[in-house]
Nanobody, 129 residues
Framework: QVQLVESGGGLVQAGGSLRLSCAAA????????MGWFRQAPGKERLFVAG????????DYADSVKGRFTISRDNAKNTVYLQMNSLKAEDTAVYYC??????????????????????WGQGTQVTVSS
């Protein structure tokens, strides 16, 4: 069992920055790949960014590439999402999630939301234009 708690959300003006954190408790954090997903009102939950167990591999949705950075600190059991140049369309509830590594790797393995077993409660990010 892994418990995930997100923090760092809030209200920010367009063009501003926020850093989300996700603290993990429970089983060995470094045994899991981590992902960030977001869900806007009335829309499906979408992949934002993912990071492998060691942090050596990352993946980003096209909509955030170049603006968001995912990182992890295995000593602190925490994964981060640095969000810069925020836009109104980034407004959503942001969730972090944990998954075990796959037995067979594909190019998009970090994006497979159905493979993430543990999810946090989410943190609201609102970007005003």
């Amino acid at each position: 069992q892994v418990q995930l708690v997100e923090s760092g959300g809030g209200l920010v003006q367009a063009g501003g920055s926020l850093r989300l954190s996700c603290a993990a408790a429970g089983r060995t954090f470094s045994s899991y790949a981590m992902g960030w997903f977001r869900q806007a009102p009335g829309k499906e939950r979408l992949f934002v960014a993912g990071i492998s167990l060691s942090g050596g591999t990352t993946d980003y949705a096209d909509s955030v590439k170049g603006r968001f950075t995912i990182s992890r600190d295995n000593a602190k059991n925490t994964v981060y999402l640095q969000m810069n140049s925020l836009k109104a369309e980034d407004t959503a509830v942001y969730y972090c999630a944990a998954r075990s590594p796959p037995s067979y790797y594909t190019a998009s393995w970090l994006r497979a939301s159905w493979e993430y077993r543990y999810w946090g409660q989410g943190t609201q990010v609102t970007v005003s234009s």
